[in-house]
């Protein structure tokens, strides 16, 4: 991941205008809570976290993480949620270091480009509860939150094989990155699978598993981008995209929306007709990362006093529900009764492992 660092920040800075300033003063970013204020009364147990780019609202996994924060606080009195959002890179470590001098029970990064500082933290700070979405750091007091998001997408891709149109679908990503590439793995191999059981030829634009090649956004933001992207792979006749880009999926959304029906949706995170809801018409599934219920199990056992451990942490798969192919919404109708039927077949035959479904990026 250290490689394409500084190509990272400058892609996202570019796209989104953001600056490096307050990290650069090492200030911690601004914090929120759950009712909107700079600052809480003191609680039992403080669940505090520290978002990924893209912010609080993202309509993806650090909206996913922090409605998980909520939902345990709903169930456990005692939780005091909050975060802080990152504007930039730069403002991991002092988002984790704030929460740290500020005595948190339960410190949550959020996302996989945390890894690294979050390793480095928490083993600085050896007395705190870390935990992380989509990475695993192997340290005591870190608890990792991983998802096998390539069997969904495997669903996902045979999904989208079998309503196409136009032979070709596509997606995208927005970073390089394991958590984002494991989702591609998924869907590429689903349409082969497809092409396998039903001799078809469909087509996947956008990833080359074989090679680990593929289009990137650089961005979880700049829905500008997105845009462009999504023109490209529907110039090229794709008519069913998942973008794994965050908001930056959301030009995805426009582009199918202004596309009066000829080109549909596959989100990813969040089930896209509630964490996007403006979209739900073009949105065909989505391929749902339970972030939410992994982190609402989580701050509960903390809460109450259980310990979490480290490992395994938590591995979310099609088994637990930790990962799933969301519902088909307004496309219920329009979805062939015999293709949900095979969908279902399919799933229960990656659960007993009848079917394999395998990513280098898949959790350990």
Same mark, same amino acid.
């Given at each position: 991941?250290?490689?394409?660092?500084?190509?990272?920040?400058?892609?996202?800075?570019?796209?989104?205008?953001?600056?490096?300033?307050?990290?650069?003063?090492?200030?911690?970013?601004?914090?929120?809570?759950?009712?909107?204020?700079?600052?809480?009364?003191?609680?039992?147990?403080?669940?505090?976290?520290?978002?990924?780019?893209?912010?609080?609202?993202?309509?993806?996994?650090?909206?996913?993480?922090?409605?998980?924060?909520?939902?345990?606080?709903?169930?456990?009195?005692?939780?005091?949620?909050?975060?802080?959002?990152?504007?930039?890179?730069?403002?991991?470590?002092?988002?984790?270091?704030?929460?740290?001098?500020?005595?948190?029970?339960?410190?949550?990064?959020?996302?996989?480009?945390?890894?690294?500082?979050?390793?480095?933290?928490?083993?600085?700070?050896?007395?705190?509860?870390?935990?992380?979405?989509?990475?695993?750091?192997?340290?005591?007091?870190?608890?990792?939150?991983?998802?096998?998001?390539?069997?969904?997408?495997?669903?996902?891709?045979?999904? @989208?094989? +079998?309503?196409?149109? /136009?032979?070709?679908? %596509?997606?995208? &990503?927005? #970073?390089?990155?394991?958590? *984002?590439?494991?989702?591609?793995?998924?869907?590429?191999?689903?349409?082969?699978?497809?092409?396998?059981?039903?001799?078809?030829?469909?087509?996947?634009?956008?990833?080359?598993?074989?090679?680990?090649?593929?289009?990137?956004?650089?961005?979880?933001?700049?829905?500008?981008?997105?845009?462009?992207?999504?023109?490209?792979?529907?110039?090229?006749?794709?008519?069913?995209?998942?973008?794994?880009?965050?908001?930056?999926?959301?030009?995805?959304?426009?582009?199918?929306?202004?596309?009066?029906?000829?080109?549909?949706?596959?989100?990813?995170?969040?089930?896209?007709?509630?964490?996007?809801?403006?979209?739900?018409?073009?949105?065909?599934?989505?391929?749902?990362?339970?972030?939410?219920?992994?982190?609402?199990?989580?701050?509960?056992?903390? @809460?109450? +006093?259980?310990?979490? /451990?480290?490992?395994? %942490?938590?591995? &979310?798969? #099609?088994?637990?529900?930790? *990962?799933?192919?969301?519902?088909?919404?307004?496309?219920?109708?329009?979805?062939?009764?015999?293709?949900?039927?095979?969908?279902?077949?399919?799933?229960?035959?990656?659960?007993?492992?009848?079917?394999?479904?395998?990513?280098?990026?898949?959790?350990?």
């Amino acid at each position: 991941m250290r490689p394409v660092r500084g190509k990272r920040i400058v892609a996202i800075l570019a796209a989104g205008g953001l600056t490096l300033a307050a990290a650069a003063c090492g200030e911690a970013p601004e914090e929120a809570t759950s009712s909107g204020a700079s600052t809480a009364a003191a609680a039992a147990y403080k669940a505090c976290m520290v978002t990924d780019l893209g912010g609080i609202d993202d309509k993806s996994f650090n909206a996913s993480a922090w409605a998980g924060l909520q939902a345990a606080q709903k169930e456990v009195g005692n939780v005091d949620p909050k975060y802080v959002a990152s504007s930039s890179e730069a403002d991991y470590e002092p988002g984790l270091r704030s929460y740290v001098s500020q005595s948190c029970n339960f410190i949550l990064a959020v996302g996989g480009l945390m890894g690294e500082v979050t390793t480095k933290v928490a083993k600085e700070s050896a007395s705190s509860q870390f935990a992380i979405v989509d990475s695993n750091s192997g340290n005591s007091n870190v608890y990792p939150m991983q998802f096998a998001t390539h069997q969904a997408a495997f669903l996902a891709g045979y999904l @989208a094989a +079998g309503y196409s149109k /136009s032979g070709k679908v %596509g997606t995208y &990503g927005g #970073l390089k990155i394991a958590p *984002v590439t494991i989702f591609m793995d998924g869907f590429a191999d689903g349409v082969a699978h497809y092409n396998e059981v039903k001799g078809k030829k469909v087509e996947v634009l956008g990833w080359n598993k074989a090679s680990q090649n593929g289009t990137f956004a650089e961005s979880f933001i700049d829905q500008n981008k997105g845009k462009s992207v999504t023109d490209t792979l529907v110039s090229q006749g794709a008519d069913v995209i998942m973008p794994v880009a965050g908001g930056t999926g959301l030009g995805t959304a426009q582009v199918a929306k202004d596309s009066a029906g000829k080109v549909s949706v596959i989100w990813v995170d969040q089930d896209g007709c509630t964490s996007a809801a403006q979209y739900c018409d073009v949105f065909l599934s989505t391929v749902v990362k339970n972030i939410e219920g992994a982190v609402k199990e989580a701050v509960v056992k903390g @809460a109450k +006093g259980e310990a979490l /451990s480290a490992a395994p %942490g938590y591995i &979310g798969d #099609l088994s637990n529900e930790g *990962v799933s192919l969301g519902e088909y919404h307004s496309f219920d109708s329009k979805v062939d009764p015999a293709l949900k039927t095979e969908l279902e077949t399919l799933k229960a035959d990656v659960i007993s492992g009848k079917v394999k479904v395998e990513s280098a990026s898949a959790p350990k």
